[in-house]
């Protein structure tokens, strides 16, 4: 009988199998760390998991160009769409580094574990808003457990992986493409499997092992983001006691709304408004222990409780709001009714000193908008929100507090989960936006855009060669006064306009006209708007970056 060998013997390994088998169990040592550290993240509404952790630095690193590309792309996707690539690149780099492990040297796993929990922890120690010593735990803990799940599976799959050949009889010096010496055993003090056990039973085994150390992580990590603190509760609460405004508005009138089948709505539903923000995971903030704080370059600092601000004169405007990464005829626009309380009444009992000439918004994860002191004080319907279109602000639109300013793009006016607003100026400090591009004062630009059909569909054409298009138009704070539109850049012809609500809401307008070509295979159309001003919108294309899209909409349609 063959003398056992030593731990200090060299393992011949298969490998292939060696490194199919260390990716497989590198992809479960990630499931089992980031479960565990999301599991940890769970208990503590400060604590994170390192994966937002770093997509977090990633947004707030990347340039304006590329997040206005990532947005024309992915829409109101753009977030799932990065924490999936970051997932997906994590999940690349562990099957990596497990398949280094299995078929050289196992330290090498240990060592690109550890790599990634040091990259996790700086990012949570860096954290802008509640970063520090503590905050790096459950990445601690997660990376801590991934290591142990990476060992478990080099322990129970390598005896399988082990070629029954005596290692007196190899070679060391052998290239071989299809085995090749390992010092497995001597990495973790493996002694090689007895004679008894056979490779299938090992298999079984291991692939059990394996499949339930997934099973944990994936499960973990289903209990940490369900037992996260959510904000819903609170919420609902406040649905209860939502403030009725001194002044209602009357409902809206069907007139504002054009009879063209394939139109938006005139309100957009909360489910239906676009998001568009730096937030990774959608922050909870209760309204128990709300604070709002007016300071900066005020007379008196103010600090006001959620319960103290719904029970100011509250008030309710309609206003359209528009991001500036829209593009022409792009769909990030939507028109809500806002209730409140008056930013400039806010301001006004703050007093606002000599000099300042900048109100910063700063959300409870740190990001900040910046627009001109005026904006807030030249009478416009510029609030301090907490309801939208009839109940409290949904979570991911700014639960419990945001501002909402008519005429400004939101990412210098919108700030949504708000916690302070800061009076200051242009010259002391740089909204969040500004450093990356974009500018710092930013009126939204006069636009329309086609609604009822997208380019390169059929235009619906009845018995007598009649078609029909709308769409909306938007100037908020100046109104919309015309629409027209051209076919096949032909003259501009008008478009009938739904009735305007206020200069602050966007406006429908509908395109009734006899087809010019009924056997042509195919109609250009385009709109451009007239402001309140009598300024005609541009046909001159720009994109978002730095201070919003400009250019007319045209489709192509199909007909015939």
């Known amino acids: 009988m063959d003398e056992p060998r030593s731990m200090d013997t060299p393992t011949p390994i298969s490998s292939w199998p060696a490194r199919i088998a260390g990716a497989v169990s590198g992809l479960v040592t990630a499931i089992v760390a980031l479960g565990i550290a999301e599991l940890v993240a769970g208990t503590r509404s400060s604590w994170r998991s390192p994966v937002f952790d770093v997509g977090d630095r990633v947004v707030d690193n990347v340039p304006g160009w590329l997040k206005d590309l990532a947005i024309e792309w992915f829409g109101t996707r753009d977030k799932q769409v990065l924490v999936g690539s970051i997932l997906a690149i994590l999940g690349v780099y562990a099957m990596v580094i497990g398949a280094l492990a299995f078929s050289r040297r196992f330290v090498i796993g240990i060592a690109g ?3 990634f929990g040091l ?7 860096t954290r802008n808003v509640g970063g520090g010593v ?3 735990i459950p990445t601690v803990v997660g990376v801590a457990a991934g290591m142990g799940a990476l060992l478990i599976g080099f322990v129970v799959i390598v005896p399988s992986l082990v070629l029954d050949t005596d290692a007196d009889d190899i070679d060391p010096g ?3 493409h299809d085995s090749e010496l390992v010092d497995t055993t001597t990495d973790v003090g493996i002694d090689n499997r007895s004679a008894e056990t056979t490779r299938r039973e090992v298999l079984v085994k291991s692939g059990a092992v394996l499949g339930g150390m997934a099973v944990v992580g994936a499960g973990a990590g289903a209990v940490g983001r369900a037992i996260r603190p959510s904000a819903e509760a609170s919420r609902r609460t406040a649905a209860e006691g939502l403030p009725v405004p001194a002044r209602p508005l009357s409902p809206i009138a069907d007139a504002v709304s054009v009879d063209v089948p394939g139109m938006s709505s005139f309100v957009t539903a909360n489910e239906d408004f676009y998001r568009i923000d730096t937030a990774l995971e959608v922050p909870q903030v209760p309204t128990d222990g709300y604070t709002l704080t007016v300071k900066g370059m005020v007379d008196q600092e103010l600090q006001i409780s959620y319960e103290d601000l719904i029970n100011r004169e509250v008030v309710e405007y309609d206003i359209t709001m528009t991001c500036v990464s829209n593009v022409v005829g792009g769909e990030l626009v939507g028109n809500a ?10 301001l006004e009992e703050a007093g606002i000193q000599a000099g300042a000439n900048q109100v910063v918004g700063r959300s409870i994860d740190g990001y900040t908008c910046g627009f001109p002191v005026e904006a807030a004080m030249d009478g416009r319907n510029a609030i301090v929100a907490f309801g939208m279109n009839g109940e409290p602000l949904p979570v991911e639109h700014g639960f419990p507090v945001r501002l909402v300013v008519p005429g400004l793009y939101g990412y210098i006016s919108a700030t949504k989960w708000l916690t302070e607003i800061e009076v200051t100026t242009f010259e002391d400090f740089e909204q969040y936006w500004v450093p990356r ?3 710092d004062r930013a009126p939204i630009n006069l636009m329309s855009r086609i609604d009822s059909i997208d380019g390169l569909d059929r235009l619906d054409i009845d ?13 908020q704070t100046r109104g919309i006064s015309a629409v027209e539109v051209s076919l096949d850049d032909g003259d501009w012809q008008p478009a009938e306009l739904g009735e305007a609500l206020n200069d602050d809401t966007w406006r429908q307008w509908a395109f009734r006209f006899q087809v010019p070509d009924p056997d042509a295979s195919r109609l250009s159309i385009k709109c451009r708007a007239i402001d309140g001003d009598g300024l005609i919108q541009t046909d001159e294309r720009v994109e978002p970056l730095p201070a919003g899209a400009s250019g007319h909409h045209s489709i192509v349609a199909l007909i015939g």
């Open 134 to 136: 503590l905050a790096m």
């Open 437 to 439: 591009g974009y500018a």
């Open 119 to 125: 990259v996790g922890m700086f990012m949570a120690f």
């Open 337 to 346: 009714r806002w209730l409140g309380v008056r930013l400039d009444t806010l």
């Open 113 to 115: 574990v550890g790599l």
């Open 174 to 176: 052998r290239d071989d």
């Open 463 to 475: 018995e007598n060669g009649m078609a029909a298009v709308g769409g909306v138009a938007w100037a």
